[in-house]
């Protein structure tokens, strides 16, 4: 373990303690759309799919794997995004 | 450029926890969701303007057929179906993860790196990751029934069990030692792949939901994990994010059903359903008719409608809205009483019953909700049973003694609409079926429903 | 040694937070106190085993001299001072910023860190560490009354404020970008120290407390910026929670007080106090004796007692807490009403009341506890006065009109505590006075209130 | 701005968020004793004040200024943690 590990691990723990923080206050009311929301902001791997696909010197394969990865994050990431906003959508207060 | 991509990732992250902030409450939810799509957005950007990436086609090609995939499947996928969309989308996110991790691991399978840092971090991503991905699978399959959702067991499972983790971890950890055994790798995804699905197969379908949140909170780690290996602190912020969450929703529903993490992974709940089911005995049960429960209901002055697991399979909520509408048209006090794990995943019946336009502030919590119960005139249950069920609460060797329930027997009268006396996802009886101010509206909930709405909007076609 | 650095970094910020986490509630709150001093502990130990720090004599005799100062203040301190306590300790504190930026600057004073990012961080965390400084010592000296309470203004005031504030930039902007100029840092440091003084001067007494807030988030500011500097992530997290702390409770201050930030820091606020005070006129005040103050007491079913900044001058909490047993004693069901800007700093008849042994459980929140003051037989108003004026709640033209009050006026029936017909902080008059079911009982607060606790012990010494 | 300052930028981020997050939660009860407790926790500047003064080649200067600075934060971080413990202290619960 290196001081760069050690910096990651930093950045870790700080969002780990502020994802408590955050999840715990959300309304059980919303706990499926939170459930497709952390879903879609998972789907940030696609970042690192998109790196490996085409980044130069990418072989055959790193590009073959690459490319199924960013298929498959990007599926998550619309679908996710967009059907927590259709759940959302749905929840109306009072007089509407 | 050079300058973009670090600050991206830290407006990326800064919107994603946004994001999360903003969804604790309805009024703000929206809100959120464009701010985790901005930070989404401005992430693919910050990745693509990197100087490493220079072929962009396949990229392209990929997210078009990405975005194509996933729009129309949000779009037609209907409300009921979220808990096995969730299960898949876990499957798909975590293949991914998986993959990327391969393709790393090819890149750095020289000696160098051996033992190293980022090797350690690698493995650890593809074992989540693959292991999640088949878990998530078979999770889906269950919630669909395309496979029995009863848990599944042999003998020495256990065993078998502990062979094949110990055998992935061995393989992963001599991978990491010496990445350049590359004939090693094949094996040791095919292991976490299969470990996965021991993992899962063992569990009660209505278990289901537990064990996605779990799932959700290992495709967070392993998101993390990628984010420690590529060096790349966006992937470690959302990761840990989705990873607390899942955490988070798994323990409240282990908290509801009033049972450990343990219990839920290994302890085949569920595999007796069957047995008890609908079993006969000589207790009185009274049943009523539509027609009277319509009149009661509309002579109450106070209701409190509890949904369960079978408004959702019947898709009865917009039955129950029109039940709702008519009664606070004849100036009826309507509440409905929402319990944690009522349904089959978190936050089910308040979907569904806002897809049917009941407003939030109706929708009460459990402890919120049986401090009421007393001074409530009728209590409607509708497809709810182990959730309102008074052994939980009277009787400590019942198999759900002390999970916390909805005091539907406390209200004065009760009604209680099921097909039949059949239990429940716990697969015990329900006493209240035979207390003597309980009376039984045998049917789907759906048709059930709407006779009794049309029975107060003064239709009165009776039940068919 | 080497790893060990990084991670007495994370482990101690780990424990910090959980230190801010477990402040949360009374019950865990010590355990706060000890992770707080443990992650202290670790990071000293982190700083201590650096490879670059050779020479330990001085180090351990500051630290050994700041030991014996400090605990002899932490032992001696009465409750009663703690505003001036933290404000001269972030005077100490920014000092120490302060300082330490100043021989960071003699280090880099070379060519090559010309406009570099580290010179940025140093000059802003200098600025905010010598004006905190300065700024933070007016402010004890106002609350330790060592200068009069009033504010400060002359004509141009805010000319010459605006001038040293340019000119402290600009010096520091020149230096910023080229360091070797070692002959402007003094006037750098000089200028920053008189605007910490020029910003405070002009604020009255008692919005000190704001102030000091503000001054808390400004020193946390500069610790992260320090941070920044030497490229110390426990600094930037430390500072960063301090800061976030700092800010919430002054804005908490100011919502209570319906004001806002730039009212509190150029309004010159609390300078008519005198022009009001003691405005005699011709409307009637009922007056009682500590007799029938009693009688009605011990009659009454529920009592609420509203305290204020006139208990804490009057140092009356040991006494309230006395007439607290009494009457409880006499089965009389007992409150306090906390407002949260009751008192001279927020939290502060907490404080007081929890010293004096009365249950935390008694102090009831402004919020909760209005809408049980109708039914209250008798509100019991000790030494508090704006907090509880009604013209705040229905005159839109009074000085502090929107000011949440706890609406004693509601109570059947009122007692005053107050030992004239003075104004409050806010220097205006008060028409619960004149309320026909208030009556006023005059002395000092502890005084009063010692001889109703006799009163109703049966002692009845009367008033001396 | 380079990669490096981002960096701690990161970390600012996350802290203050998460700062935000648990003072809100603070009950209103705790708020002196909460000033306290964050002085205290900001004297950690004691760390910055020790390489000041201990790392070799130090000038007589430094070693003044960073003498005075490790005084200050020591006295700080004393007291703060006992007043704030002294205080918490005497919040008792009913029955106590
Ligand atoms: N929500 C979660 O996240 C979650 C997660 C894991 C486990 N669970 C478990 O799931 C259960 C949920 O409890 P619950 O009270 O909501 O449901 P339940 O206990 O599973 O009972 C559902 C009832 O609905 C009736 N029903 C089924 N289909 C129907 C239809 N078409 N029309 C009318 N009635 C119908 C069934 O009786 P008939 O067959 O007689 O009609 C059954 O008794 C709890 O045991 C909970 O622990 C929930
Ligand atoms: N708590 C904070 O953080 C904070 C911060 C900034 C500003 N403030 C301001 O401070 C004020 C606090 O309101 P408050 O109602 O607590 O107090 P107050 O409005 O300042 O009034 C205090 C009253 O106590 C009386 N008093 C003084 N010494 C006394 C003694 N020895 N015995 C009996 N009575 C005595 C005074 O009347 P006599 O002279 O007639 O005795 C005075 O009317 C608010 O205006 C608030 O905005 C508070």
């Given at each position: 373990m290196n001081a760069l590990s050690a910096d990651y691990l930093f950045v870790f723990i700080l969002a780990a303690f502020l994802g408590f923080q955050l999840i715990k206050k959300?309304?059980?009311?919303?706990h499926s759309p939170l459930m497709s929301l952390t879903n879609a902001i998972a789907a940030v791997v696609v970042v690192g799919a998109i790196t490996i696909t085409?980044?130069?010197?990418?072989?055959p394969l790193a590009k073959t794997l690459g490319f199924i990865a960013v298929f498959c994050a990007t599926v998550n990431l619309v679908s996710g995004f967009m059907i927590t906003d259709r759940m959302l959508k749905m929840f109306k207060p009072r007089g509407k | 450029m050079g300058a973009f991509v670090p600050f991206a990732a830290i407006v990326a992250s800064a919107l994603f926890i946004l994001s999360l902030m903003w969804m604790s409450h309805p009024s703000t939810a929206r809100r959120g969701v464009r701010a985790g799509e901005i930070g989404m957005v401005i992430a693919i950007i910050g990745a693509l303007v990197?100087?490493?990436?220079?072929?962009y086609n396949l990229i392209i090609i990929a997210m078009i057929a990405g975005a194509a995939a996933g729009i129309p499947m949000a779009l037609l996928m209907?409300?009921?179906a979220i808990p096995q969309r969730t299960a898949i989308s876990h499957a798909f996110g975590a293949l991914a993860v998986g993959l990327i991790g391969a393709a790393e691991y090819y890149k750095h399978a020289?000696?160098?790196?051996?033992?190293g840092f980022v090797m350690w971090a690698l493995m650890f991503e593809m074992l989540l990751g693959f292991l999640t991905c088949t878990a998530s699978v078979i999770a889906f399959a269950k919630l669909q029934e395309l496979i029995g959702g009863r848990p599944v067991s042999f003998p020495g499972q256990r065993i078998l069990n502990g062979i094949v983790a110990l055998a992935t971890v061995a393989i992963g950890a001599t991978l990491a030692l010496?990445?350049?055994?590359?004939?090693?790798f094949p094996a040791f995804v095919a292991l976490a792949l299969l470990f996965g699905i021991l993992l899962v197969i063992p569990i009660g379908g209505a278990d289901m939901p537990t064990v996605i949140a779990l799932l959700n909170s290992y495709a967070g780690l392993a998101a993390s994990a990628m984010g420690f290996a590529l060096g790349n602190k966006l992937l470690i912020v959302a990761g840990a994010l989705d990873g607390a969450s899942g955490f988070i929703l798994a323990v409240v529903m282990c908290k509801a059903m009033n049972r450990s993490f343990a219990n839920v992974m290994?302890?085949?709940?569920?595999?007796?359903?069957?047995?008890?089911?609908?079993?006969?005995?000589?207790r009185i049960v009274r049943s009523a008719s539509a027609e009277e429960a319509a009149m009661q209901l509309e002579n109450a002055g106070s209701v409190v409608i509890i949904p369960g697991y079978g408004m959702a399979v019947a898709q009865a909520q917009h039955k129950v809205s029109e039940l709702y509408q008519a009664l606070i048209k004849k100036g009826v006090d309507v509440k409905f009483a929402i319990h944690p794990?009522?349904?089959?995943?978190?936050?089910h019946m308040n979907v569904l019953l806002a897809e049917a336009n009941?407003?939030?502030?109706?929708?009460?919590?459990l402890d919120d909700i049986n401090p009421e119960l007393p001074q409530a005139d009728v209590a409607l249950i509708i497809g709810a049973n182990d959730t309102i069920n008074p052994s939980a609460r009277?009787?400590?060797?019942?198999?759900?003694?002390?999970?916390?329930?909805?005091?539907?027997?406390?209200?004065k009268s009760v009604f209680v609409i099921k097909r039949s006396m059949n239990a429940g996802f716990a697969g015990i009886d329900n006493p209240i079926y035979y207390n003597s101010n309980t009376q039984m509206l045998f049917g789907d909930a759906k048709d059930m429903v709407g006779t009794i709405a049309k029975e107060l909007a003064g239709g009165g076609s009776g039940l068919h």
């Open positions: 959300v309304s059980p009311l919303l085409g980044e130069e010197g990418a072989t | 990197q100087h490493e990436v220079v072929d209907p409300m009921t020289h000696a160098e790196y051996a033992g010496d990445p350049t055994q590359t004939w090693l290994f302890g085949g709940f569920g595999s007796v359903v069957a047995s008890v089911a609908g079993g006969k005995d000589d794990v009522a349904g089959r995943m978190p936050g009941v407003p939030y502030e109706q929708l009460v919590d009277d009787d400590p060797k019942s198999a759900i003694a002390g999970m916390p329930i909805i005091e539907a027997d406390r209200a």
